[in-house]
Nanobody, 124 residues
Framework: QVQVAESGGGLVQAGGSLRLSCAAS????????MAWFRQAPGKEREFVAG????????TTANSAKGRFTISRDNARDTVYLQMNSLTPEDTAVYYC?????????????????WGQGTQVTVSS
């Protein structure tokens, strides 16, 4: 039974920072790419950032480049999303996802397991 669980969301003022964490259990975490997606009210779920099973250069959406950093700790079966310079447009439910394979994909169909999501709200 694979479980993926996010934590670290909350309310922050514009310009502030948050660090999201995602813990995966029940599967060999280090074999699979991991990613963060987000879904704002009334919008489609979108890719934010992803990291291959071995780490290396992450894949980051244009909207997050220069502000968000994804990292992973395979020893702890955990992936992180450091979010800086937040704006109200970053308000969304953020989801962590475990990929089918070792490399990042930006489409949702590339991911097998999903967390329940954590709310991030950025006030102006």
């Amino acid at each position: 039974q694979v479980q993926v669980a996010e934590s670290g969301g909350g309310l922050v003022q514009a310009g502030g920072s948050l660090r999201l964490s995602c813990a995966a259990s029940g599967r060999t975490f280090s074999r699979n790419a991991m990613a963060w997606f987000r879904q704002a009210p009334g919008k489609e779920r979108e890719f934010v950032a992803g990291i291959n099973r071995s780490g290396g250069t992450p894949t980051t959406a244009n909207s997050a480049k220069g502000r968000f950093t994804i990292s992973r700790d395979n020893a702890r079966d955990t992936v992180y999303l450091q979010m800086n310079s937040l704006t109200p447009e970053d308000t969304a439910v953020y989801y962590c996802a475990l990929s089918w394979g070792p490399t990042v994909r930006t489409d949702q169909t590339g991911y097998l397991y999903w967390g329940q999501g954590t709310q991030v709200t950025v006030s102006s």
